[in-house]
Nanobody
Framework: QVQLVESGGGLVQAGGSLRLSCAAS????????MAWYRQAPGKQRELVAN???????LYVDSVKGRFTISRDSAKNMVYLQMNSLKPDDTAVYYC???????????????WGQGTQVTVSS
């Protein structure tokens, strides 16, 4: 069974920084991509940043230049460094991974439980 566990959320003042971490564990054959999503109250979940294996990173326009996604493939981990945080960044942040649990199977999406990020003005 695959698990994604996030950590690093919290309360920060506007202009501050936070670093989120996510560890994927369990029976994993290969990881196709790892990403961060967020969902603010009353809004739909949106992609924040994506890091495909062997590919280029992608960011939503609102975080470009402020957030950086990185991966440690040896540890099956993904990080999100968030700088110059704004109140609009307040949301529950979710780790997501498209991965293969057994050779020959199609990739499936897995999600973490989410971590709250609150930015005060």
């Amino acid at each position: 069974q695959v698990q994604l566990v996030e950590s690093g959320g919290g309360l920060v003042q506007a202009g501050g920084s936070l670093r989120l971490s996510c560890a994927a564990s369990g029976s994993i054959f290969a990881i196709k991509s790892m990403a961060w999503y967020r969902q603010a109250p009353g809004k739909q979940r949106e992609l924040v940043a994506n890091f495909p294996t062997g590919g280029s990173t992608l960011y939503v326009d609102s975080v470009k230049g402020r957030f950086t996604i990185s991966r440690d493939s040896a540890k099956n981990m993904v990080y999100l460094q968030m700088n110059s945080l704004k109140p609009d960044d307040t949301a529950v942040y979710y780790c997501q991974s498209s991965l293969i649990i057994r050779w020959g199977q199609d990739p499936q999406n897995y999600w973490g439980q989410g971590t709250q990020v609150t930015v005060s003005s």
